[in-house]
């Protein structure tokens, strides 16, 4: 990813996207069950971010605001690192 976020931003990829990196048009049924998840792969870091880094799977808290926009020609989420939980 080209992109690079400030401070303690984090990139993730959003799950309701309709359409997968390699040009995969989901049904309504893959996107409703993508949407409920909170478990997400890391994409890009901010310079300020101590917790992830890029490849984590980062557990996000479900109650959690995101900036939606695309990126890279991927659909993302930009999240404040505070708002992870936990990764695996």
């Known amino acids: 990813m080209k992109f690079t976020p ?9 799950p309701t996207s309709t359409e997968t990196e390699s040009g995969i048009i989901l049904d309504k049924t893959t996107i409703r ?3 409920k998840s909170n478990v997400l792969k890391v994409l890009a870091v901010g310079p300020q971010c101590f917790f992830v880094k890029v490849g984590d ?12 926009m695309p990126i890279d020609g ?3 989420l930009l999240i ?8 695996e």
């Open 6 to 14: 400030n401070s303690n931003w984090v990139v993730l990829p959003d």
């Open 33 to 35: 069950s993508r949407a």
């Open 57 to 68: 799977t980062a557990v996000i808290d479900p109650r959690s605001e995101a900036i939606q």
């Open 74 to 76: 991927q659909d993302c």
């Open 80 to 87: 404040s690192e505070h708002q992870i939980v936990g990764k």
